[in-house]
């Protein structure tokens, strides 16, 4: 079966600008959630959505957001961008049951 | 304050030898272990996970190891090959927040033919 799809796989902006990222989960999974990865702090949870709700939110400012649709695709946006927003941005999705994830192969973002 | 460490940030060993690879958490929440291998530019891939309920769990080549106590895992690769070569990120999550999963900062392992 397909993988998780994340698009575009690669993204220039400016500061100030926003940006949106998507994700299309492996069939059947419900659960999506988004992960920046830098060099300086790694793998850091941003959010979690489960039929449309978010469930799990990290410790990110409110400029980063997402949605998930009915399909169970999902959005993350970022707005106001900042230099620090570069970063390698994943999404994973799960089976209701699992534990696991299985993720995407990331957008990377970077921002001038 | 970082709740899973990998104190290793790189290890190199022989072809044909075991591979260690080490991690460290301080939630005693965490009841949920795994463990990802990620290539340059690509997405992390599962490996192996491990329950807190068990000490052991065995795929393969690939075998974690859980000390509770200890609060620490490990991941025993044998024998090594080549194409092992990549980071390693351990990853840890507590039930009720199952879907949130704290990533150490991974360890880059190195096979050397």
């Excluded at chain 1, 799809?5 to 998507?22: A, C, D, E, F």
Aim: hydrophobic share 30%; charged share 15%.
């Amino acid at each position: 079966k397909a993988g998780v799809t994340q698009t575009p796989r690669y993204l220039i902006k400016t500061r100030g600008q926003q940006v949106t990222l998507s994700c299309s989960p492996i069939s059947g999974h419900r659960s999506v959630s988004w992960y920046q990865q830098t060099p300086g702090q790694g793998l850091q949870f941003l959010f979690e959505y489960f039929s449309e709700t978010q469930r799990n939110k990290g410790n990110f400012p409110g400029r980063f957001s997402g949605r998930q649709f009915s399909n169970s695709r999902s959005e993350m946006n970022v707005s106001t961008l900042e230099l620090g927003d570069s970063a390698l941005y994943l999404c994973a999705s799960s089976s209701p049951e699992g534990h696991g994830y299985t993720f995407g192969s990331g957008t990377r973002l970077t921002v001038v | 304050d970082q709740q899973v460490k990998q104190n290793s940030p790189s290890l190199s060993v022989q072809e044909g030898r075991i591979s260690i690879l080490n991690c460290d958490y301080t939630n005693s929440m965490f009841d949920y272990f795994l463990w990802y291998k990620k290539y340059p530019a690509e997405g992390p891939t599962f490996l192996i996970s491990i329950s807190s309920i068990k000490d052991k769990n065995e795929d393969g080549r690939f075998t974690v190891f859980l000390n509770k106590s200890a609060k620490h895992l490990s991941l025993h690769i044998v024998p090594s090959q080549p194409g092992d070569s990549a980071v390693y990120f351990c990853a840890a999550s507590a039930s009720g927040s199952a879907r949130q999963l704290t990533f150490g900062s991974g360890t880059q392992l190195t096979v050397l033919p």
